[in-house]
């Protein structure tokens, strides 16, 4: 049994549940993925943020004994007095001070500390080299005094001298003790001397992670930077003897690689201490190199998307079969109607088999199924009223009458069945009526009117022998029209070739009498046309006389060259020179002949033109010659170059055997301007011409060098005037002369001008070094902060001058300074004098690649040495961490420089222009040295900014 064969009531509930079924399983598939999806997404993140976290605290713990050490150094770095038992003092109270610190100890090279390690050999806290190396530890319980050991091949001590940068140990073992070092190198006059470090134990990281729990039996580990576990709350006994390349779990081993380049991520394994499926989540703990590694089994982190998944499907189970009743209901209610429907509609049927039309569907049904019987009753109408009209259209086409139409609004093929009938009607009208205006247009004499409408059957054979009866008719009149349009066409071509010729034209007979002349002849002789017809062409000729014109040309008409020149005289009595060809014709049934006169009026004047330019021509060369003998005989070489590639030679004067070549070696093209040019100048020449049209300069004037063709390299000054013309290519012409001699002599000047600069430069900055040298000495003797400050002050002035000279020392030009180098040594500077190492104050600066002249650059130099030092000194009284940027930038001419720092700020109360502070005064003072301006902004950070204009500036490419 097919689908077909199912009741109404069936196939609806069928189709019913089907798609409810179909909507709710996709619906609830998409739900479940979704929200499962997420809730394991967050079980994931939950996990990575407790990873972190635990990694971030652990971070923070090494940063802060990072930073002891660094402290450490630092200090050293600056200690001066090198008393020994001052030091130990010094790290034992370190020690005491920090509680979480294992051990400190600083470890100097041979002889760097006091210069007395003879005297200290075996001494208490060293050993037989009496290095200064001492190590105070806790190891024992109480506070002991050892020295180092193994510093001549460990890392603590060997790495951190070879890269003279801090350094953090891998994990090991000494005296009992897991601990890892963490060292800084002691440099003091940019050499290394030794180290500074402190050393930590791991337990108290073993403590922290053996109380750490993920859901419920979730736990967690540390690992160093090679894979080495640090610690573990179950397996004790892999603390420091395993590697997380020894489980032999590929999983493991690749995070073990990513620890190693410091990153974080996950994956699923399964653990080696459990057995269970678990996710790993491994985090890096940066200061140290170490990883935080979190353990979730897999079960217990995804229970909650398990149990969400299976309520889901209980819910949707429900939902399927309450709607399954529903659709049952549904069907019983439609079923009921439409088996009346049906009844009526065989009834119906068997009536309209029988040709009962007139019979109708009872309409009394459901209003929901009241329009079904309406339709039928509405097909029953329309099928009854076309077949009446088409009969009534039928009828009157038989009758003749063919403007007859369908009338009534047919539709689908009753209207095709209409739309039939009225086609043929209108076609059968049309022939007639296109049949009719052929034969009207016949009868007046119109041929052109084709047959335009063509019949089919019988009535082709109408049309056609209209059509052939006007195709007869109008060949014959074509013929005669064309012959009578021939004629006109041949007489208007000649005379629009008489008349539209350049040239006058007469036609006149064997004894001169003018019989036909053009337009042009009339107009330029000032005669009529019918005055024309009275003359002569003797009448008109103005060289020769009586009959001798005529014979002469009677006699030319014979011959191939039949062209004389003479004179024909105007109206006006003007003479004008013409040039006559002539030629005998057949005009009218006699002999005549044919002349054209053309005006040679312009051709004479040319020609004048050319002689008298000839003889000036001839004065011209003998000029030429004079001038080539004063200029071969003088210092002075004349060239003509094309602007092409390489500047082939046009012309040059003959002595340019000055420099050993020939006119010859130029002129045949053996050697190009190009070739003698010294390879230095080659690009520089040609980017310069290629400029020339921009320059808008027909000037062209340079110093270069040249080889001789003996070798020598000469230095010439040339002056070109380059010749520009619309059609052809520029020319370059000029002349040049050796000016080796000269050369020789600037450069000399040059070189000693540069020594005294240079000299002179050296020794202000050695006299400003030993000034600044003089100021920090003599600060050492004061305890008095103020005082010191004010030492240290007066050093960085001097300090920043000094970087100046130095730098103009060190410049090429001896005038300009490269300003963003200067700016990077002043800042280290300022670095180093006030220790900002230990408190991670990083000075920042980012300065437009320029040259800058003396009179800028020392008020700017200290212009920022004094607004840094002021953010250095009171930006950040508390904080262990800051910047302090100083940007130079140029725009339009006009710099911009901006020093600015995140510190607390500049005070509100303080108007920084009318302050008592030195430095503040010699901000303003040297702003308006440099005629400048300069306004502080506090938008939740201090920023001054400077605004100045230097002529004198040069980019750096």
């Known amino acids: 049994m097919g689908l077909n064969d199912l009741s109404i009531k069936y196939k609806l509930t069928l189709y019913i549940v089907a798609g409810v ?31 972190r976290d635990y990694a971030n605290q652990f971070d923070g713990d090494m940063r802060q004994s990072k930073a002891i050490a660094q402290t450490l150094a630092n200090s050293m770095e600056v200690y001066s007095s090198a008393n020994r038992d001052e030091v130990n003092n010094m790290l034992k109270h370190l020690l005491l001070k920090n509680p979480t610190l294992t051990g400190v100890y600083v470890g100097y090279e041979p002889y760097a500390f006091d210069g007395k390690d003879a005297e200290y050999s075996d001494a208490h806290g060293h050993d037989g080299t009496g290095r200064f190396i001492p190590y105070w530890n806790k190891i024992g319980g ?15 001590y060997q790495k951190t001298k070879k890269t003279t940068m801090d350094v953090v140990t891998e994990p090991y073992y000494y005296q009992g003790i897991f601990m890892v070092s963490f060292d800084s190198p002691i440099i003091k006059d940019g050499g290394f001397v030794g180290i500074g470090g402190v050393d930590v134990s791991l337990k108290y990281i073993d403590d922290v992670v053996g109380n750490v729990k993920a859901f419920d039996t979730g736990y967690a580990f540390v690992t160093g930077n090679s894979g080495i576990v640090v610690s573990h709350p179950v397996h004790k006994d892999w603390i420091a003897s395993k590697t997380l390349y020894d489980f032999s779990i590929p999983e493991i081993s690749k995070a073990a690689d990513n620890i190693k380049e410091g990153k974080g991520g996950n994956f699923e394994t399964v653990d080696p201490a459990t057995g269970k499926d678990v996710i790993m989540f491994y985090e890096p703990v940066k200061t140290g190199n170490y990883s935080f590694i979190l353990v979730v089994p897999k079960d217990e982190m995804l229970a909650g998307v398990t149990s969400l998944r299976s309520k889901l499907i209980i819910i949707s189970a429900v939902s399927i079969a309450f709607m399954g009743l529903v659709a049952y209901l549904i069907a019983m209610s439609i079923n009921r109607p439409i088996n009346n429907i049906v009844t009526s509609f065989k009834m119906i049927s068997q009536d309209a088999v029988e040709g009962k039309l007139d019979a109708r569907a009872n309409t009394d049904v459901g209003i929901d199924f009241r329009e079904i019987p309406n339709g039928l009753n509405e097909i029953l109408d329309a099928v009854t009223a076309p077949i009446r009209e088409n009969m009534r259209v039928t009828n009157a086409l038989a009758k003749g009458e063919l403007k007859t139409r369908i009338q009534l609004d047919l ?11 009225d086609n043929f009607a209108e076609y059968l009208d049309r022939i007639i009526e296109d049949s009719n205006r052929v034969l009207t247009a016949i009868q007046n004499n119109d041929f052109s009117r084709p047959v335009r409408v063509h019949g089919e059957g019988d009535l082709r054979i109408l049309t056609n022998g209209i059509e052939q009866t006007r195709l007869s008719l109008d060949e014959a009149t074509t013929e005669r ?28 007979n064997m004894e001169g009498k003018i019989l036909e002349v053009n337009q042009l002849a009339c107009e330029r002789m000032g005669y009529t046309h019918d005055e024309f017809l009275q003359m002569k062409q003797t009448d008109i000729d103005g060289t020769h006389a009586g009959n001798y014109l005529l014979d002469l040309i009677k006699e030319l008409c014979k011959l191939k060259s039949n062209i004389f020149e003479t004179i024909h005289v105007t109206k006006s009595g003007m003479q004008l020179p013409v040039e006559l060809s002539s030629g005998l014709i057949m005009y009218e049934g006699k002999k005549a002949v044919l002349t054209i006169a053309r005006d040679i009026t312009e051709r004479k004047r040319i020609e004048k033109a050319l002689k008298q ?8 060369n003998k000029i030429k010659e004079e001038m080539e003998r004063v200029v071969n005989s003088s210092p002075v070489i004349v060239f003509k170059w094309r602007m092409e590639k390489d500047w082939p030679v046009e012309f040059v004067s003959e002595n340019i055997t000055q420099i050993g070549y020939t006119v010859e070696d130029f002129i045949s093209g053996r050697i190009k301007y190009a070739d003698i040019l010294h390879p230095e100048y080659r690009e520089k020449f040609h980017s310069r011409l290629e400029q020339h049209p921009d320059i808008r300069s027909d000037q062209f004037n340079q110093e270069y060098r040249i080889f001789t063709k003996s070798g020598d390299v000469r230095w010439v000054d040339e002056r070109t005037f380059i010749q520009t013309a619309p059609s052809e290519k520029n020319i370059l012409q000029g002349i040049i002369l050796d000016i080796t001699e000269r050369k020789k002599a600037e450069e000399a000047l040059l070189k000693a001008e540069e020594i005294r600069k240079k000299e002179i430069h050296h020794r202000v900055k050695n006299n400003l070094q030993v000034i600044s040298s003089l100021l920090f000495l003599e600060s050492e003797n004061f305890k008095d902060k103020e005082i010191v400050e004010a030492f240290l002050d007066s050093r960085n002035r001097v300090r920043s001058m000094a970087l100046i000279h130095e730098e103009l020392y060190q410049s090429g030009d001896m005038s300009t300074i490269d300003f963003a180098d200067y700016t990077r040594n002043l800042l280290n500077f300022l670095t180093r004098s006030y220790f900002m190492e230990s408190k991670n104050i990083k000075l920042n600066s980012q300065i437009e690649n320029v040259y800058l002249g003396m009179d800028t650059a020392i008020p700017l130099g200290m212009i920022i040495n004094e607004l840094v030092s002021n953010s250095l000194k009171h930006g950040f009284p508390d904080a262990i961490e800051g910047n302090v940027n100083v940007t130079l930038e140029l725009d339009n001419n006009e710099f ?16 920084f222009r009318q302050t008592a502070s030195l430095g503040l005064q010699l901000v303003t003072t040297l702003v308006e040295q440099i005629n400048g301006t300069i306004e502080l902004e506090r938008n939740g950070r201090t920023s001054f900014k400077i605004h100045f204009k230097e002529l004198k500036c040069k980019v750096k490419v």
Not at 23 to 33: F, K
Not at 484 to 502: I, M, N, Y
Not at 613 to 620: H, I
Not at 896 to 911: A, C, H, K, M, R
Request: charged fraction near 25%; avoid cysteine.
């Open 411 to 421: 539709k689908g093929k009753f209207k095709q069945a209409g739309d039939t009938l």
């Open 481 to 508: 029209i064309k012959a009578e349009h021939a004629l006109r066409e041949s007489e208007k071509k000649f005379r629009t070739l008489f008349d539209s010729t350049s040239d006058a034209i007469y036609l006149h």
């Open 613 to 620: 330019y000839a003889e000036q021509l001839e004065v011209s």
């Open 21 to 51: 079924f179909l909507v709710l399983a996709v619906s609830t598939g998409i739900i479940i993925t979704t929200v499962t999806t997420q809730q394991e997404k967050l079980a994931y993140q939950q996990s990575i943020e407790l990873a």
């Open 142 to 156: 109480s506070v002991a005094l050892e020295p180092l050991v193994h510093y001549n091949e460990y890392d603590y």
């Open 896 to 911: 911009t420089l901006q020093i600015s720092d995140d510190g607390i700020g500049f005070p509100e109360n303080i108007n």
